[in-house]
Each structure stands twice: as structure tokens, then as C-alpha cells.
């Protein structure tokens, strides 16, 4: 278990930029001094001075972000500043614009230089990590998951691990699909907390899986909400799984199976969600099949009635079917396949035929034995 102390209101680390001698140092052209301020989770500031014996005309800072990508991206930014011999300049990466990253994010930075005499001069690539430094954060590792918290006690972290080493087993024995990367999960004490770390959260925001970083944010109050936390972990962490397994520049999951996935990791079907979908099925309300691979509507009876569905369709799929077949899908789909052509492949019916199918078998559980 690791403490980290130190409490801000606002994350400001400073990072010296070490520039390694012997680089490519023509007409005597130096970096003196250049940092990294991170303002969690607003802005990165991005400073340097550096001299030379000419005009310094050109100062670059390039990037990259650790996170999973079909192509290897390195950022460029141009620095504005009035050419001189000695010069200090600065960009600030407003996340405002761009979107925010997640704490237990990283990125890769360094600097390149020209002068009017020709000289160039390149840095080494440093490596800045973004915290959520607002916290006096513990963690605890169990396999491939770190996770994080700062309210309660050891055993309610203890109990967080389990549903997350639970959910890992759960979603292992129904479809064979595992975590490729190690995962880290931030437990925020309650959901404000979690959406001060964010850019432009909903006022609903839970829980959230940055799946393309391996990161998780929850927020779980110790008191009120453990149990309830359990099963947010269990259905972000599927997410993020699923997502690794799945991963591909050409097409993603149905809704319906991203979801029912997800919700089939947390345990047992929740009661709401048993009720709408009895009141469905008796008034036969029930969605498509092909309507649930969109995304799910925003009016609550017809989301809790598409995560019930979802619950129930992959419930179907892996009972009938068994679990061999299920990350074969994954699998397919993780070749690029359309949703129609992969359930083809691997099934031998469509997404309507899926439709008649599970609706079948809901008509031959109701008559009487």
C-alpha cells in the first residue's frame, strides 16, 4: 500500500526538463531551463528558456499521449516568441478545447530549436504523469488492478478489489475475454469529487471507463453508496476490458452487447430493471434488436428497458451457446466486422434473427409446464 500526501486545491507540478549535453549544439545554441505545469484537469503549461549565439527563430514542443491508438500520433506545436538570442516562450494546452485526461495518464514531451546560423538543437523525450494531486491518495494492487482511494478504510478498498477481481472472473468464465493491459481505478468519495475532475461532466456522471488510457473514476461514498460502487466497478471495468479485446480502427460493438456485457458482470438483473422488462414483454413494448445496437434513448422507462434487454440477449447468447462462442464474437468483431456479419459468422443468424430467437424462447418460458 502506498500514501501519497500533500493536499492542493489545484494540482501545480513543476517538471525540469533535463537537457542531455552533447545533442546537436551548433552555434552554441542551449535550452537553460524548460517545465511542465499541470493544472488538473483544466491546462498543461509548457515553458522554456533557451539561449543562443544567433537568433533563435524557431522553438517546437512535440507530444505524444500514452494511450491505446491505431497509429503512432506525435502533436507539433509551434511557440510564438520574438526572435532573439536569448528567448522564453510558453503554450498552454487548455484542455477546455481538446477534451481532459484522466488521472494515471501520461504523456511523452521534448523540444526542438533552430537558429538563424543554421544550429539545431533537439531534447530528449521526458515523460510528464497527470495526478489528480487535489487528494491524499492510497492504493492498493491486486493482479493487473491498481486501485485508488482517499476516504474509508482499508476494508472498504478491500471490498472494491473484490468486486473488481470478481468481475474480471465473472466476465472470464462467460466469455474467456481477460484484461491485456493492467488497469488503474480511481475511487472518488462522492460524485461531485468525481466531476472536479473532469471536463464538462454531466450533472449525472457516476462513473466513467476511459477505456483508450486504462483508466477507471468512480465515485463511491464509503457510508452510503459501497454497494451500489460494487457494481459501477464491475460494469466500467467489462468496458474497459471488452474495449482492449475488441479494439480496432474499422467498427465497434452493438450498444446492446457492449452494455449487456457490462450489466451481466455486475450479478443478478436489479429489480427496476426485472420490473420494466416484465411490463414490456407483458405489452409488447419490447425494443428491436437492431434498434438496441444504437445508442440507447435518453427517456429512463426505454434506457432501463435497453439495459434489461442487453442483460438478457447476452444472457441468452452465452446460456444457449455457450461461452467458446462468445469470444469468438468478441473476437470477430475485433477483426472490423459489421455487426450483422459477425453474429453470421459465428452464429449463423443475424441481428433479427437473434431478435425472433430470443423472443421465442421468452414465449416458450411463459407456457406453462
Not at 42 to 61: C, G, H, W
Not at 215 to 240: C, F, M, Q, Y
Amino acid at each position: 500500500m502506498i500514501k501519497k500526501t500533500g493536499f492542493t486545491l489545484l494540482l501545480v507540478v513543476l517538471l525540469v526538463l533535463l537537457v542531455p549535453g552533447g545533442v546537436n549544439a551548433q552555434g552554441g545554441l542551449a535550452v537553460l531551463d524548460s517545465s511542465v505545469q499541470i493544472n488538473f484537469p483544466a491546462s498543461i503549461v509548457f515553458s522554456i528558456t533557451a539561449e543562443s549565439s544567433s537568433a533563435i527563430s524557431d522553438i517546437r514542443l512535440h507530444y505524444t499521449v500514452d494511450r491505446m491508438a491505431h497509429a503512432h500520433v506525435v502533436s507539433e506545436i509551434p511557440l510564438s516568441f520574438t526572435p532573439s538570442d536569448h528567448v522564453s516562450a510558453q503554450w498552454v494546452w487548455d484542455m477546455r478545447m481538446s477534451g481532459g485526461m484522466p488521472p494515471g495518464s501520461s504523456i511523452d514531451c521534448w523540444w526542438t530549436l533552430t537558429d538563424d546560423a543554421g544550429g539545431e538543437l533537439e531534447t530528449a523525450p521526458v515523460t510528464v504523469n497527470i495526478e489528480d494531486e487535489r487528494y491524499d491518495w492510497r492504493s492498493t494492487v491486486q493482479g493487473s488492478v491498481t486501485l485508488f482511494w482517499y476516504e474509508g478504510d482499508d476494508g472498504f478498498a478491500a471490498e472494491l478489489m473484490d468486486a473488481a477481481q470478481s468481475a474480471l472472473s465473472r466476465l472470464d468464465e462467460n466469455t474467456g475475454a481477460e484484461l491485456e493491459t493492467p488497469v488503474r481505478i480511481y475511487i472518488y468519495a462522492n460524485s461531485a469529487d468525481l466531476r472536479g475532475s473532469m471536463i464538462f461532466p454531466q450533472e449525472w456522471t457516476g462513473g466513467v471507463a476511459f477505456t483508450e488510457y486504462g483508466v477507471i473514476a468512480i465515485g463511491i461514498n464509503p457510508d452510503t453508496s459501497l454497494d451500489w460502487g460494487k457494481r459501477a466497478i464491475a460494469h466500467e471495468l467489462t468496458h474497459l476490458v471488452v474495449h482492449q479485446v475488441t479494439f480496432n480502427p474499422y467498427n465497434s460493438l452493438p450498444t446492446w452487447l457492449d452494455e449487456g456485457l457490462a450489466v451481466t458482470a455486475e450479478g443478478e438483473l436489479e429489480p427496476e430493471f426485472v420490473a420494466v422488462l416484465s411490463e414490456a414483454e407483458s405489452e409488447d413494448l419490447l425494443i428491436s434488436v437492431r434498434s438496441l445496437a444504437s445508442p440507447f434513448s435518453a427517456n429512463t422507462w426505454e434506457s432501463l428497458l435497453s439495459y434489461a434487454e442487453s442483460h438478457e440477449l447476452v444472457k441468452y447468447l452465452i446460456d444457449e451457446y455457450g461461452r467458446d462462442k462468445m469470444l469468438e464474437l468478441l473476437n470477430t468483431f475485433g477483426q472490423g466486422s459489421g455487426y450483422d456479419e459477425a453474429l453470421m459468422k459465428v452464429y449463423g443468424f443475424d441481428m433479427d434473427g437473434l431478435n425472433a430467437l430470443w423472443r421465442a424462447s421468452l414465449e416458450a418460458a411463459a407456457v406453462p409446464s
